[in-house]
């Protein structure tokens, strides 16, 4: 099993366009279930908002799960731009929700494409991307004076 692109931390970002308030929300996880409460807590945060649309991409064994939802706004000018974003990336088991507070302007698809994807793009790298790496996790015990000994044999 190969190393994986995912993020850090949580990671947040905050853009105004033409009025309209977009805020993303990013997060690392590990599984659809958690990926659904991470929607549905920025969602409920954000209950008095126009629209919290998501994305995700998580590895599971043997298959790789994507989903997203435009959450009310025009099709494919919300949620494919955050999985976009994600994949721009190239981040797995990672869950983006961008909330929007209208503004009383009309962007257009083209404004909401650009509003939500740069969004998106901008929580995720807030959420410091990382490669995780499979590991061994080794645990010695030794007498102190052993020490020495022991790191200059690893080393080797």
């Not at 981040?91 to 698809?109: A, Q």
Request: hydrophobic share 40%; proline share 3%.
């Amino acid at each position: 099993m190969g190393c994986s692109k995912s993020i850090l931390e949580t990671g947040n970002f905050e853009i105004n366009v033409k009025r309209s308030r977009f805020i993303g929300s990013s997060q690392r996880c590990e599984s659809e279930e958690e990926a659904k409460s991470f929607i549905k807590a920025v969602s409920q945060e954000h209950a008095s908002a126009s629209h919290s649309c998501w994305a995700y991409r998580i590895s599971l064994p043997g298959r790789e799960v994507a989903n997203y939802s435009d959450a009310g706004e025009p099709h494919g000018s919300a949620g494919q731009p955050i999985l976009g974003a994600i994949d721009r990336l190239e981040l797995k088991d990672v869950v983006v929700v961008v909330t929007r507070y209208f503004g009383g302007v009309k962007l257009g698809i083209r404004g909401l494409i650009d509003a939500y994807g740069e969004t998106a793009l901008e929580a995720l790298k807030a959420a410091k991307p990382v490669m995780f790496c499979p590991g061994l996790e080794l645990i010695a015990e030794m007498a102190y004076s052993q020490w020495n000994d022991f790191t200059r044999l690893f080393r080797e």
